[in-house]
């Protein structure tokens, strides 16, 4: 941009009057807070190629019982906590899944972790501590008046059994998972 600068005894000035070095360095000072920018958005980057970005949150329905990897604590019912699901889109194999209870006021009781396998976009298998539940999700208008995503643990045998006749090839071939003994353990088949 020449034609917008004028020719001193200092050399070519730009429109606010300074020489093409004053202007570079002036730009430079402008850009290095973007520097430390830069540096904290590679290391959150790092981050996530290491352990995964929170992909989606669900939140336990009211009508579901609680997952067996979740325990009550002591002098609390079912109405005292909330159930959160977090699933982790993680660099390895599978999707991470960390299930957390609350109390009333969003204080972290307890935690726990497994993996996840999608049976058909709505079912998923997780995998908790070698325990293994099929999981729905859902949606609906919260007290908030908010369409909320929610999840449910399916206990309908006749569901679960459908949702894993229906995927055998998946989740044999794709996920490498023992189909048999994951049959076994949920429907409690002998």
């Known amino acids: 941009m020449r034609w917008r600068c004028r020719w001193s005894e200092r050399g070519w000035l730009n429109s606010k009057g300074m020489s093409d070095g004053v202007a570079e360095v002036t730009m430079l000072r402008q850009f ?49 906590v909330r ?60 007290e908030h008046g908010i369409d909320w995503p929610y999840f449910f643990v399916v206990d309908d045998p006749a569901l679960k059994r459908k949702l894993l006749d229906e995927n055998r090839e998946k989740l044999l071939c794709d996920n490498g998972i023992d189909y048999p003994a994951l049959r076994k353990k949920l429907l409690e088949e002998n």
């Open 83 to 142: 159930v959160v699901e977090e699933a982790m889109e993680p660099t390895r194999r599978g999707v991470d899944v960390k299930v957390v209870l609350y109390n009333k006021k969003y204080k972290k009781m307890a935690e726990v972790r497994g993996n996840s396998f999608d049976l058909s976009g709505r079912y998923f298998i997780d995998v908790v501590n070698g325990v293994p539940e099929i999981i729905g999700l859902t949606h609906h208008i919260n």
């Open 32 to 80: 290095l807070p973007t520097k430390e920018h830069l540096l904290m958005f590679a290391l959150c980057l790092s981050c996530f190629a290491i352990s995964g970005c929170i992909e989606s949150i669900w939140e336990l329905t009211s009508d579901s019982r609680l997952p067996k990897g979740i325990t009550l604590p002591p002098g609390l019912t079912r109405a005292d």
